[in-house]
């Protein structure tokens, strides 16, 4: 499933309603917030942003931007993959993206491969294709993590017995 980004500006939140592509599962991020013991003003504390704003994104109101979601999850204390809607043992490279809080348009800067590329990507899902070597070296650079996990986050792997196979878009 392609995962949607919701801001215009780095760090900005939509106030507008929540798409059903959304990947941020707000329902997580109240569990996560209740076992850390913290009140919305709390996280908003911690996070920089008033109260109304924590329960916005805690009802599904409103998402955090991708510059957010790592405070977000610091704040709760937990990984910014517990709070998307994906395998956070099997993120796709919208995850990675996202876990760094870093938007396309940031990712493809800092990686030096065209927003259109990562935009297909995001759309596509995973790929029958592995990743060009230098692409994925590149953007295991910017994303803080190996060329192994953007390879994996890419590419489709074919299912094991038992399994079902993820459905791709090609």
Known sequence: MPLAEHQVDPGQETLS??????P???????????????????????VGVDRQRVWAWETGRATPGPARLPALAAAVGTDPLQLLYLDPDDPPLAGLRLRAGLSRTQLAARADVPRSTLDRLDRQGRRRRALPEQMATRLAKALGVSADEVRRACFVRPPTAGSVAEPTAE
Do not use: I, K, Q
């Open 24 to 46: 941020f599962d707000a329902a997580a991020f109240a569990v996560a917030r209740r076992r850390a013991g913290l009140s919305l003003m709390a996280v908003g504390d911690l």
């Open 17 to 22: 309603p929540v798409s059903p592509t959304s």
